[in-house]
């Protein structure tokens, strides 16, 4: 099948998360022909999702002047998209479709939740879990007969950024910690207050706007959080709270792995960050809990999606084009 390909034939990689639209088309040894970063692609962090996806996928083949024709597979990675079997998410898988319609793009297409390319990519094929944390989150399982169970479907939602600073604001407005804190002045900068009061009255106004608008000014604060670890008490009990979360869809799913201790990676801006990484461990390790074992990705969520659109048109991929696509990897954040 692959000998029969035309020469110049490519596939396209899509990560589509709430933050940001990614799109890599990949030659068939994995090599990068041409990239594009957009506007996030989720319905449901982003009015204007369809429009940014379909804008990231064309720009991408422009930039490498590549005919939609000679695309021989698609997949993408799209936040909000519904697993089979899950009972997370909205439920509107067909939406999904219109975003990777583009003019002569007739290729086989293949559209999967976020995770599952995160997963993909960050674990190459093992059996494992992945922590998905960004704009959004999720904690995604994989067994080794390829049966996937994420922490929503018992009923566990861990949070990411924005539920960080959700946390960060409420112990505020309890008067939960010192206001001299360095990160009570930053959160009341951020947020166009005062004080404590001034913060309340805006976090309410929040509440009126834009759901989508109000989401991205919480997450907008989170790596002001992240940066304080260290110095903040108020930002540290915040992310320990956040891991201890984590922690516990991590163990939720863990027994489901028949490798012993599991391995569990992180991907996504928040994910990926070390202080809650640090954080994330430490949680993992001090519970009478099963063992897991955090390891690094491999390959970041753009590259799983490269990687299963590879495969989709033959091609078993080998140490080679591994090394091809993680190079990827250093500036991916969903």
Not at 50 to 71: F, K, Q, Y
Not at 128 to 135: C, D, N, Q, Y
Not at 141 to 154: F, K, N, P, R, Y
Request: with cysteine; proline share 4%.
């Amino acid at each position: 099948m692959i000998q029969a390909m035309a020469q110049g034939t490519f596939v396209i990689g899509i990560d589509a998360g709430g933050t940001h639209t990614r799109v890599a088309c990949v030659d068939l040894d994995g090599r990068r022909l041409s990239s594009a970063t957009g506007g996030g692609g989720s319905p449901t962090h982003n009015d204007d999702a369809e429009e940014n996806v379909r804008s990231t996928i064309t720009r991408a083949l422009d930039g490498a002047d590549l005919d939609p024709a000679r695309a021989s597979a698609l997949v993408a990675g799209m936040a909000g998209f519904n697993r089979t079997g899950s009972n997370q998410g909205l439920g509107h898988n067909h939406r999904f479709a219109h975003f990777v319609a583009i003019d002569g793009l007739t290729c086989e297409k293949l559209l999967v939740n976020d995770a599952v390319v995160a997963h993909r990519g960050a674990l190459s094929g093992r059996a494992g879990i992945v922590v998905v944390a960004g704009t959004g989150s999720m904690i995604l399982a994989i067994d080794e007969h390829g049966v996937e169970t994420e922490s929503g479907q018992l009923e566990h939602y861990a949070g990411a950024a924005r539920h960080l600073v959700h946390d960060v604001v409420q112990r505020i407005l309890i008067e939960d910690g010192d206001p001299a804190d360095p990160l009570h002045a930053a959160a009341l900068e951020h947020f166009g207050a005062d004080d404590a009061h001034g913060l309340r009255q805006a976090v309410l106004r929040r509440s009126a706007g834009n759901r989508n608008d109000t989401k991205r000014s919480y997450g907008d604060f989170a790596p002001q959080v992240t940066a304080l670890a260290d110095e903040s008490a108020l930002a540290d009990v915040a992310l320990r709270h956040l891991a201890e979360r984590t922690a516990r869809g991590v163990q939720l799913l863990a027994p489901l792995m028949a490798a012993d201790p599991a391995p569990v990676a992180c991907t996504g801006s928040m994910a990926r960050d070390l202080s809650f990484r640090t954080r994330l461990e430490h949680a993992l390790t001090s519970g009478p809990w099963r063992a897991v074992e955090l390891v690094p990705p491999r390959l970041d969520p753009l590259g799983g999606a490269s990687l299963l659109a590879l495969e989709m048109v033959g091609i078993d991929p080998d140490d080679s084009i591994l090394q091809n696509l993680s190079p990827a990897l250093a500036s991916a954040d969903a």
